[in-house]
């Protein structure tokens, strides 16, 4: 007789009863137990990010199980196969707070409560470690947030740029040059209260990824701005990006896109920046997509965003 009764026996990591969809039934409670994400993950966490057209490179997720920490699901396909199914990072920044990121679930194991299972793994971990929990949430995750109890703050929203020449840069603008290694003390001084904690450690390393694309901006001999990129798996990003005003926000932008203009770009522009956001068309990009900034545990994001231009990107704050 077939085996379809949905309590006969515990469920396990690639229960052959995930290959049909049952949402009501295959809840969060009784989804298989979350395990420890590994550097040797990474090929399979890449199919994941790849199958919801996310841009991450093996860099990215490399860096994020080294700054955090990560659990998955497996899961046996429709094909007999068992394969990492769903995943979920949480990046601690300072003492008070860390980034839930990667909440990604394989198209085939979807509304099984996978997701919500991996997110109450990690909100238990944070709230072990004292942490409130921040994250940038997709309308598809959006939905998920909500029901754990996240509340939305602001928003902003991801734009594509196509390979192709810059319009001309206006006669005079702000004076920039290329980040040096002695700007890093300056720049953890505009990043930190805006950003809401110290994250040294990560721009550090996405500098490494772009360095052409990674410059500051001088006034009056201190840091008015700073700008980094990185590679993608389909598209180089531009972010974070710091300024004190809509000027410099625009002339770093330029530096940063200069270094990558011969390749599709993403930038992820905080709603409130209304002059770039009226800017970016004419540079050739075009909206994609909205992100919601979102806490769990505390009243409001941390930080100050008035001087972010760019997020780093929704999976890192
Ligand atoms: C968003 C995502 C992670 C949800 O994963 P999931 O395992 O299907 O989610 P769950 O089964 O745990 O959903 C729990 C509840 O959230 C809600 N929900 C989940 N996905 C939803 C969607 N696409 N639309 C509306 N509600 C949704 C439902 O209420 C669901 O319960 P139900 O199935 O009983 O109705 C998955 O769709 C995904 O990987 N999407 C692409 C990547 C992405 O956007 N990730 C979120 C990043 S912020």
Do not use: K
């Amino acid at each position: 007789m077939a085996s379809t009764e949905p309590d006969e026996e515990p469920r396990l990591p690639g229960d052959a009863r995930l290959r049909r969809p049952e949402p009501s039934v295959l809840r969060a409670e009784a989804a298989p137990p979350a395990r420890p994400l590994r550097a040797e993950d990474v090929p399979a966490a890449l199919q994941l990010s790849a199958a919801a057209q996310w841009n991450q490179h093996a860099d990215d997720w490399l860096c994020m199980l080294r700054l955090g920490q990560g659990w998955g699901i497996d899961a046996v396909g429709d094909d007999g196969r068992q394969r990492l199914a769903a995943s979920v990072i949480v990046l601690p920044y300072g003492r008070d707070f860390a980034w839930v990121s990667m909440v990604l679930v394989l198209p085939e194991f979807r509304r099984r409560g996978l997701a919500q299972a991996l997110l109450r793994h990690a909100l238990a971990h944070l709230q072990g470690q004292g942490r409130f929990a921040v994250l940038d949430a997709t309308p598809a995750g959006h939905a998920v947030y909500v029901q754990e109890g996240f509340v939305d703050t602001w928003s902003f929203a991801r734009h594509r740029r196509e390979a192709g020449p810059l319009p001309a840069a206006p006669p005079a603008g702000p004076s920039l040059r290329p980040l040096r290694e002695d700007d890093w003390p300056a720049i953890e001084a505009l990043d930190a209260p805006a950003f809401g904690a110290s994250r040294l450690s990560l721009l550090r390393s996405l500098a490494q990824r772009l360095p052409q694309a990674a410059w500051v901006a001088e006034q009056g001999g201190r840091a008015a701005g700073y700008v980094l990129g990185r590679n993608g798996r389909e598209a180089a990003q531009i972010g974070p990006l710091l300024a004190t005003n809509a000027a410099t926000a625009q002339a770093l932008l330029r530096a940063a896109l200069a270094a990558v203009a011969d390749q599709p770009v993403y930038v992820d522009l905080l709603d409130h920046q209304q002059a770039l956001r009226a800017a970016l068309p004419s540079w050739g990009f075009a909206f994609q997509r909205p992100f919601t900034r979102m806490v769990h545990g505390a009243a409001a994001a941390p930080g100050d965003p008035t001087r972010i231009v760019l997020a780093a990107g929704p999976e890192l704050g």
